[in-house]
């Protein structure tokens, strides 16, 4: 939600710095600069990315709405749960817990160690899958970075494009301020829209994704000692001492009042 308000408060910035100035606000309006600077960025991102990239891209911009959230508090007791259930009563007691799993790389693991698959085996299996689904979850923030790479260039081409459309016109000096104006807005529209949006926005989403996977890789130690054997309690404390600080000072607070602790994705987010 953050993400969003800043969004509103870098258009608030340029719509109340022109108005300061006593601009009207249709100084700020080319649909020609619109076409080229947006246009353009949109066609970079075409040859780079491809189309199915943007979509993507476009898909992740929920994060800043309602980031992804695994709370790792919860799955920490859950697997030391299924530890002593295996343990106890073996793995395939685990079967009647799928159900109720559901993170779909959870299930994965869960399914794994329900069908007995060595340590060995496991972990390329869950390091592939991780690989695969971080791979998808970096391209929103891939894309919109590269935008506001494109952006202020682009911008700038705008503006000189309106400048050799004023050139033409010298022959109507009445005509020359407007002009000029107009050719800068390009340039406004690059460089404002870049620093304002997309870069900040590019390296939020990268943050997202940086945080989900260090959530997996957290899920995958827990299910690797799953698979060895591990004691419930043993598997508790070894992957509590992977968590954030403040996860160790919620999963405290989760054993007074019951409230679950947060995510790292819903955090970086």
């Not at 010298?170 to 301020?177: I, V, Y």
Request: hydrophobic fraction near 50%; aromatic fraction near 6%; glycine fraction near 14%.
């Amino acid at each position: 939600m953050l993400g969003i308000m800043g969004i509103v408060a870098a258009f608030a910035v340029l719509i109340g710095g022109a108005l300061c100035d006593g601009d009207p606000l249709t100084s700020l309006i080319s649909a020609t600069a619109t076409i080229i600077v947006f246009g353009g960025t949109f066609a970079a991102l075409l040859t780079q990315f491809g189309f199915g990239h943007i979509m993507i891209a476009a898909k992740g911009l929920k994060w800043l709405m309602k980031p992804p959230k695994t709370d790792m508090a919860a799955f920490v007791e859950k697997i030391g749960g299924w530890a002593n259930v295996a343990r106890s009563q073996g793995t395939l007691a685990l079967e009647n817990e799928l159900p109720g799993v559901t993170d779909e790389f959870q299930k994965m693991g869960l399914q794994l160690i329900i069908d007995n698959t060595p340590v060995a085996e496991m972990l390329p299996i869950m390091g592939a899958l991780s690989t695969n689904a971080g791979r998808e979850q970096e391209i929103p923030g891939e894309v919109w970075e590269a935008a506001g790479g494109y952006l202020p260039t682009i911008g700038v081409m705008g503006a000189v494009l309106g400048l050799i459309h004023v050139m033409l016109r010298l022959d109507h000096p009445e005509e020359l301020g407007a002009g000029v104006a107009t050719a800068f807005v390009a340039t406004i529209y690059g460089v404002g829209a870049a620093n304002l949006i997309f870069l900040p926005l590019g390296t939020r989403l990268s943050s997202v994704a940086e945080a989900l996977e260090r959530e997996r890789n957290i899920v995958i130690q827990g299910f690797l000692l799953l698979a060895e054997g591990k004691p419930g309690i043993a598997i508790r404390q070894s992957l509590q001492s992977l968590l954030p600080k403040a996860h160790g000072k919620e999963k405290a607070a989760s054993g007074a009042d019951g409230e679950p602790a947060g995510s790292l994705a819903g955090e970086a987010a």
